[in-house]
């Protein structure tokens, strides 16, 4: 095999895969694939998906969520629900040649997009579909967090109840979890020749990241889990500071040597050395400054109280110590960070407007791929048609818009 | 090319990595590639890296993260400070073969193991380092997240001050993407011989996220981010609640079926009918409901308060309503969702002891790989340079313990 599409930025090229979606995992993860230079086909029902009108919106309407999850796909759109739909999506998905059939799906109560119905026709399927719960039942990022634990112990300490996360962070690691498995499945097929059968439930990449990190181990291996500690950083220290002008730092240490910068920047080396002594506490050790943390927190926090933003940041740049300050996304929308950031283009999203928008975060050979515009929804849909599935241009009005066919029934 | 040892569950076998790292996004990502089949070597410098004695700790003192997140691997100890440990781990990542010469580090402030260095020997590289931000400069996930914009939106509605995550998110994307980039890399090396030179920074994994799920775009588009909301699912109807007995649910309605069924399963169908009429507002739009959600929460909220945890539970299971019962990490680790699924391993873990530990959330034809044990540090120093490295007996002892050669520096 050799392609010439296939150059350091587009590892991918070659590859066609179907994705049938809503919502960000599985959308996440076509994007991620078209970015590294896959052909991604989304496939909607009529009228679009469950998520064709999630928030935020624009002033007009428009979904910027929608966008911002499907750059750089071809979009197609099938009634669902009719045989003649699901035949037509079948032989996308199976179609493609010989580097085609992988599907990506998360709407998996459709027998005609199982594994079992598509390899009939495509023994050497890729096939990945993402589920709520092991068991298949279903469940979201927010409902599938509720159990893992997190929101226990995130927010203030002195809060009662859960603090649920904003970042739908199982979304994320499913989704990437996503195209990892389809990219390393492609790999086998290209190598064998067989196809593959994956399916990952959102809970289990939850339950599993929580093991990774011991989250799990902890409770179980010493009787008890981790509490909630507000901002600090557990077993180690770092903690959040505000300045006189009101602005939030957040400054972590990991080594001695980020602790020792932090007592000099704040002038507390003596103080915090005498405090040693008293409390016989080697602060040398992480879990010893974790442990002592409130104390020191309170001596740092004079100095941090005492000095505006500007002489902080001023004074804090010269050390070892890790800080960033605190910004909101009206901040950080014109800050250099976004603005002058090589990772964003600035992208004139048809039915959106003009703004910045970030490619993959891979920087290849130093440099970033430019995003590339999220299709309207059907865009590719007479093309495809017409072009890779053989459909007659007399049919193909009636196929794109099967509402205007008063045999067929149209989708909610 | 043909390979035997690539399987389904298997599809990066024979690849073998050299992974330089510490916390958590470049283990992940190795551990990660490990699940997949890959042989991967992580390389520490003598006593560990910085992340040896991470928390959480067994009573003994021994890391549980650390075993958590080296799942799998090989262990290599050598004195990255001298010329001769450089060189030992140089021809460890240059060589392996034809499916070696692959790096994922998170240490880039050597020279030694830079791209043009290590291209010298071996020009087909697939080099991969990880960053704190995009200018090379250093960050963590608590101080890349804190200029997000996430922690502003985090936590109870009243509080003031940015709250931080307790799930590494950025951390946990990165080393995804990572285990991706290196994955599809290789199959680019596998068609076209080609190397591959990769910077993922931390930072621009957030803001990456930050823009693909519209948090970005909504701030610059519509000149003004997303509120603080607590625990309400933003621009759709989703809240948590309180049972009389204390324990908190997670309830999301993304569809007008949910609510319907919301409202039928909490009796108040008929006051959200009079509501909506004299509010005007039509509930079967999710952004009305968001807007109207505080009168609506507190409708539903006194059928949570009325009622038992085990009688809401018994409720909604018949529902189609997205729900779930919040957990701490003591709840989940004795919960069937943990002790009862296949992707737990009841792991004999040397030095931490049995536990449940996770394998890839990955099904493959219907079930899941068993989680592998974490090696001990420098298990497999002494194999490597003998079997691979060509070290003769001699020099494996000094090698392996370069504190008990007088002449050389140890590190601290």
């Given at each position: ?31 991620t694939?078209?970015?590294l ?32 999850l ?13 045989p ?17 059939g ?22 050497d ?58 990219t390393?499945?492609v790999?086998?097929?290209e ?28 409770a ?32 972590v ?7 020792r ?54 004074a ?5 110590i ?5 910004r909101t ?19 004139r ?39 890779e ?16 066919d ?7």
């Amino acid at each position: 095999m050799s392609d010439s599409r296939i150059t350091a930025v587009t590892p991918l090229a070659g590859l066609r895969i179907v994705e049938i979606s809503s919502f960000v995992a599985a959308p996440l993860a076509g994007m991620t694939l078209a970015q590294l230079g896959a052909d991604v086909i989304r496939v909607d029902p009529v009228g679009g998906a469950a998520d064709r009108h999630r928030w935020p919106l624009t002033a007009e309407g428009a979904s910027i969520y929608w966008a911002g999850l499907n750059k750089g796909k071809r979009s197609f759109v099938a009634d669902l629900r009719s045989p003649e739909g699901q035949q037509l999506v079948s032989r996308l998905i199976t179609g493609g040649g010989q580097q085609g059939g992988i599907l990506l799906t998360n709407t998996t109560d459709r027998e005609w997009q199982g594994y079992d119905a598509l390899t009939q026709t495509r023994p050497d399927l890729v096939h990945l579909e993402i589920t709520g719960r092991g068991d298949g039942s279903t469940g979201v990022d927010y409902t599938v967090n509720a159990a893992t634990g997190f929101p226990s112990v995130t927010g203030p300490i002195d809060h009662e109840g859960p603090v649920n996360h904003v970042v739908p962070v199982w979304d994320i690691a499913c989704g990437l979890y996503a195209a990892l498995a389809i990219t390393a499945a492609v790999r086998r097929r290209e190598i064998t020749g067989a196809g593959s059968r994956l399916v990952i439930p959102l809970e289990n990449v939850a339950l599993a990241t929580a093991s990774n990190l011991g989250f799990l181990g902890e409770a179980q291996l010493n009787g008890t889990g981790r509490p909630r500690v507000g901002n600090a950083l557990y077993g180690s220290y770092g903690q959040d500071f505000a300045s006189v002008d009101g602005v939030s730092f957040m400054v972590v240490t990991l080594t001695p040597r980020h602790f020792r910068d932090l007592m000099s920047v704040t002038g507390t080396t003596e103080v915090v050395e005498a405090l040693a002594t008293a409390l016989d506490a080697d602060f040398s050790d992480e879990g010893t400054r974790y442990r002592h943390r409130d104390v020191l927190t309170a001596l740092f926090a004079r100095w941090f109280r005492a000095r505006s933003a500007e002489e902080i940041s001023g004074a804090l740049s010269g050390t070892s110590i890790l800080w960033e300050r605190y910004r909101t996304f009206d901040e950080l929308v014109s800050d250099p960070r976004v603005t002058a950031n090589p990772l964003f283009t600035d992208l004139r999203q048809p039915g959106i407007g003009t703004h910045l928008a970030a490619g993959a975060p891979i920087s290849v050979d130093g440099a970033y791929q430019p995003a590339r515009v999220a299709p309207h929804l059907g865009e590719h849909t007479d093309a495809l048609l017409r072009d890779e599935l053989g459909v007659a241009d007399a049919d193909i009005a009636r196929l794109r818009d099967p509402a205007t066919d008063s045999t067929k029934r149209t989708n909610p």
